[in-house]
């Protein structure tokens, strides 16, 4: 719609018609959020992955996560899910989010090995083994037909379908999958640090192919096969709901270059969906210099349009969410995806700031502050 | 309200006012529908249930129910739940008035033997024994309090929820429950065939209450451990499900006599939801002459009202239908809850008669008509 009028609190990168098209179906409609949890071994290979305080917690991050946005709290562990540094997960944006916007929402249960204590909608996976066995998911049909079937059933009754992830060790099997599939050929991906330890996990990514006995770019074609031998279990599932969904109503993909093996997955196996969705992600993600999201998403589609949130915390008077302006942690939990849904339900009238504010109430509650 | 005025397709009996407070409140407002299913090996002593051609298929009832409600057709089981006339399962009334209402819905897997095949909303519940056994639920704690949270996840977004189950064998386990908590000291149940196995029903319900070594009225005050010595797995859910949303948002509770059991303990451990909830009905039920809803209503509380939906199926052209004219089947899988819903959310534009076609549409569909 040439008339439709951005706030200053989104901007975006690709395909600004497509972009611009679909936002101006959606503004102002009402939208549900999904979360999909899912664990893998990946994750608690030293060095891989940031999300969780040690390589064995990061294996309670998905479960933690979950339980932060339903319960306000979490019951698997002890504390928030933190980086190292002691920074807050990126869940208390997508609770700010939600909680302004008073969307509905539902946890996804991709395949956890800690499962968060709560109802999750079940999708009959089962935790990922490490990628360097090349054997990483099991069941990857039947969780990717149940996705198509709670995609339809999720775009019933709700104009626009916004998915996520929290799965530790991700950006790790993003990248196998992408280079299974020869979208990229090299290491585009993101971290949750900004010392993005990228040697280590292209030598992780190259061993799983190996062992797989797959070079890169030989399953381009069999995107189910790729993730079964490399990726993770919260793909199948997001794969099948964004295509069960988008054939009835815009789906939002919220996340970072995580999501993008996803994307390119399920624009594979049905084109049909291109026009209909686009990625919801964070100002943080899009400026990484250790990553190229912009890059990985031209090797996919040229229309497959980026609309990001302009959050910024540098004003934060605590250290933790500052930090976020440093490099550390960029996306995650949908943070990015439910900004932008809380944005376009309410016509635009939320605003970053106001964002923030409900992002330090959620901290300091967290926290124990004042 | 005083100036609200009820459409002809709905009616209410018991409190007018609380009744009339919640419509007003919720009437052109978006909620969300929940059929909860589950499993009690009860259903499988014979005679006990017509929820199936055989005893053994009554186990398939509620799985085949959600199937047909979300895939449109079964998968666990060839053909649709029948009773054993031939006489098709509420799900199509269920399915008509979900399509007209646009209304989102998700399946609450309260514990099941035969699980359908789709995604289904976890409780972390088992299949029930034998309520002979005395022992019939086990996890009754852990379900219930999964419900309370899943109640305030659904009121989340929502402007009202509407529950209800698929449990062959249902109204024998909610007879045992409600003469442990005292609540009814003869058997009021309604039963889908219009020869009420009244006797049968009494004898196996007395067995179960021995075999716990409880008599009528001894667990006034602990309904969760009634559901666990002769209950069933839908109920710890729904029970929960009602207190969780209640406290936000007003509760239907769809179905018939079976949900009395949910009803009256939702209100002994949570009485403050009362003037929030009100049950949502069929005209065949209220009318049943073999049951008495409205008695059961009267002993439970006089201020949770009953609304229903004057459906009547007199002058379809299929007989299958009309037998629900002359006693059969009379509510289940929320046929009653979700009718009174869609005419709700529609401010009484939608009609019994727009919902007749619908299921004749429906029913056509199924049984390969035309």
Redesign the interface.
């Known amino acids: 719609m040439s008339n439709f009028k951005l706030p200053p609190s989104l901007s975006i990168h690709g395909n600004e018609k497509i972009a611009k098209d679909i936002l101006s179906r959606i503004w102002g409609k009402?939208g549900?959020f999904t979360c999909t949890v899912a664990n893998t071994l990946t994750s608690t290979i030293p060095g891989i992955s940031d999300a969780g305080d040690t390589p064995e917690l990061t294996l309670f991050t998905p479960a933690a996560d979950a339980e932060l946005l339903?319960?306000g709290k979490t019951v698997c562990m002890k504390g928030i899910p933190i980086n190292p540094g002691g920074i807050p997960t990126p869940a208390t944006l997508t609770q700010a989010a939600?909680e302004i916007s008073?969307?509905?929402?539902?946890i996804?249960?991709g395949g956890c090995k800690v499962k968060p204590n709560?109802?999750?909608?079940?999708?009959?996976g089962e935790y990922g083994n490490y990628v360097t066995s090349g054997k990483a998911v099991s069941n990857v049909k039947k969780v990717f037909e149940?996705?198509v079937?709670?995609g339809k059933?999720?775009a019933?009754?709700?104009d626009f379908v916004v998915i996520s992830e929290s799965c530790a060790g991700g950006t790790t099997t993003a990248l196998a999958v992408l280079m299974a599939m020869g979208i990229i050929k090299e290491n585009l991906v993101s971290s949750s640090s900004p010392n993005n330890p990228r040697e280590l996990k292209t030598k992780t990514v190259m061993e799983g192919l190996k062992a797989a006995g797959i070079g890169i770019g030989d399953l381009a074609n069999d995107p189910l096969k790729a993730i079964g031998c490399v990726g993770d279990p919260m793909m199948p599932a997001n794969i099948g709901i964004i295509i069960g969904a988008a054939k009835h109503v815009p789906v939002i993909v919220g996340g970072g270059t995580q999501m993008a093996a996803v994307i390119a997955a399920a624009v594979k196996i049905d084109p049909s969906i291109v026009g209909n969705i686009f990625q919801g992600t964070t100002r943080w993600l899009m400026g990484d210099p250790n990553s190229n999201m912009a890059k990985i998403m031209d090797s996919i589609s040229p229309d497959i349009p980026i609309v990001y949130v302009n959050m910024d915390y540098s004003s934060s008077p605590y250290e933790g969410l500052q930090a976020y302006e440093w490099g550390y942690i960029k996306e995650g939990v949908g943070c990015g995806g439910s900004s932008v849904a809380a944005i376009i339900q309410s016509s635009g009238k939320v605003t970053c700031d106001e964002l923030l504010e409900k992002v330090h109430e959620i901290y300091k509650k967290i926290m124990n502050f004042d």
């Open positions: 009402k549900v339903v319960l939600l008073n969307m509905p929402f539902f996804v249960n709560l109802p999750c909608i079940e999708m009959g149940n996705g079937i709670l059933m999720l019933h009754g709700h």
